[in-house]
């Protein structure tokens, strides 16, 4: 039986999964291993340096929907823990969410100072200054976890006021949910730590929000925001590095099967090979920074549906296309060479496959039409720059002229595709996205290709135009999915997967949440090779 109420000072005992003749803690010494183990994460996190995203969704009430959002604000950067608090390096431009946010430290927690939340008031961490309370066990996915109320001894500003989830074996603190208190204080939150090592959690998600206490319709929320953090192991990233495949010992075939033909090759091949090559490391260069993912099941996806759309419209592509996923929440896709990028945000809302085949369709057309944008970068000096300026460095935007004539060949791929008779829910999705732009414009503005509206057109408008109209009322008309419902990251070496949630069917109109943001409850596990701690640490007990 797990932990269960208790006196302040005693546990009751717990089966531990180590060895049956372990020792058991008092409830005081399990506190110090929990409160051990947290400054053990403190001095790990003044090594890391990761990319932390935080994206903020202002609210206001709605009678049918409960709140909806009316302005936005995006943050992207590189985190650093020293002295008990964080600093960041800002991936944004001047002009976007640090200049006009970052500074305001009076009103709601903002830019770096989100990061925060990750952590357990590093500053003050003891039993001199909280007190813990043993509340009961719980099961957080596979792994059981100590929950552990904690409130501070003092009646200073800044400190916190919640719960703790602690998991059971090496007593790290694997869930935080509370405030801080005070004049320090802030918003309500939830943060998530997984298990990316063996014996190692480190901080993946941390959901926030803000009661608006001067609120006349009931009880709402100010706002709602969520920081993801990944790129732990930035220095190790590349798919040319830790993640490549062993060369093979003969030597590989040519594009007509032969090997080892022992001929140059070609003008139209070399050009070909160049642009392979500088395709390549744009893709290590945005890995290098922490913005793509390397190649895993996601890609997988995206390329089946590119696949679908070449074949069936029997384009001969050589190079073939590549699929990749950028990790940032915007929702943008662009191309370079035979390279289409879709990014982790836009993928999460699409609602069904359809709809991702029209983004993959304007793409590809990209791609056919020849609207290459990554000659500029063929030169390695081009990409010899701090990461912190990539978003200013790279540039995929293409003109005017070239989108439209990209939005024309991609109806013609539809038109051909499996996907025709399925584009309705599209041109929903695209109608969603016209109506919450003046809400939404963190959300729909690229950062580093063209983006789903430039000036007054949209991409694909004539999908949007054809496409019923938006009923939010309907719980049976999903037009967009919120954001994170479908791919997870793991923060140490930022690849991706799909979600295995099951959808639930929908009871009320508050539920649909279109490209808003939303809790996040991960089902925790330990990683599969951690072994067994030597000596294994005791369970608490009376």
């Known amino acids: 039986m797990l932990l269960a109420a208790a006196a302040a000072q005693t546990v009751p005992a717990v089966a531990n999964p180590g060895p049956a003749a372990s020792p058991r803690l008092t409830f005081d010494q399990f506190t110090d291993q929990l409160i051990g183990r947290e400054h053990d994460i403190f001095k790990l996190m003044r090594n890391l340096h990761p990319i932390a995203e935080t994206y903020v969704q202002d609210t206001k009430p709605d009678a049918q929907m409960g709140a909806v959002p009316v302005r936005d604000q995006y943050f992207l950067g590189r985190l650093s823990f020293k002295d008990g608090s964080f600093s960041e390096v800002s991936y944004l431009p001047e002009g976007s969410f640090r200049s006009r946010v970052l500074g305001d430290m009076s009103g709601k927690p903002n830019g770096a100072n989100f990061a925060r939340y990750v952590l357990l008031d590093p500053q003050h961490l003891d039993r001199r200054h909280y007190d813990f309370t043993p509340v009961r066990g719980e099961m957080l996915g596979e792994v059981r976890c100590f929950v552990i109320d904690v409130h501070p001894l003092n009646s200073g500003n800044g ?211 020849g609207d290459s944008s990554e000659d500029k970068y063929a030169s390695w000096r081009s990409l010899t720059f701090p990461n912190e300026q990539i978003l200013q460095k790279f540039d995929f935007r293409l003109d005017a002229g070239r989108e439209a004539g990209a939005n024309n060949k991609a109806a013609e791929l539809l038109a051909k595709s499996p996907y025709k008779d399925k584009l309705t829910q599209a041109g929903l999705f695209l109608k969603t996205l016209q109506l919450r732009a003046g809400e939404l414009p963190s959300l729909i503005q690229p950062h580093l290709g063209n983006g789903m509206q430039e000036g007054d057109q949209w991409r694909l408008a004539d999908l949007a135009k054809s496409a019923p109209q938006v009923e939010m009322s309907r719980v049976d008309q999903i037009a967009a999915l919120p954001l994170g419902s479908r791919v997870k990251i793991n923060p140490w070496n930022d690849r991706v997967e799909l979600s295995k949630a099951k959808p639930v069917p929908l009871r009320l109109a508050s539920e649909k949440i279109p490209s808003e943001i939303e809790p996040v409850f991960p089902y925790l596990k330990r990683v599969a090779d951690a072994p067994a701690m030597t000596p294994p640490n005791p369970a608490p007990t009376q």
Request: net charge negative; glycine share 8%.
């Open 159 to 369: 400190y916190f006021k919640g719960r703790i989830w602690v998991e059971d074996q090496d007593y790290h603190i694997v869930r935080i949910n509370g405030t801080y208190v005070g004049a320090g204080a802030g918003s309500h939150f939830d943060t998530w730590r997984l298990n990316v090592l063996p014996h190692v959690w480190l901080p993946a998600f941390s959901y926030s929000e803000e009661p608006d206490e001067k609120s006349r319709l009931g009880p709402a929320i100010r706002f709602k925001a969520l920081t993801r953090i990944w790129g732990y192991d930035l220095q190790h990233a590349g798919d040319l590095r830790e993640y490549a495949q062993p060369l093979p010992d003969s030597v590989p075939a040519d594009a007509s099967g032969r090997r080892g033909s022992g001929y140059d090759l070609s003008g139209q091949l070399s050009v070909r090979r160049y642009q392979h090559s500088t395709e390549d490391n744009i893709i290590e260069r945005l890995q290098v920074a922490g913005l793509m993912a390397p190649s895993g099941d996601v890609e997988q996806i995206l390329q089946t549906v590119t696949n679908n759309l070449v074949i069936t419209n029997e384009l001969d592509i050589k190079p073939a296309v590549r699929c990749r996923v950028l990790l940032t929440a915007p929702l943008e896709s662009f191309s370079f060479g035979h390279v289409i990028v879709v990014s982790r945000g836009l993928i999460d809302v699409v609602p069904d496959e359809a709809t991702l085949a029209a983004i993959l369709a304007h793409e590809l057309a990209h791609v056919v039409l």
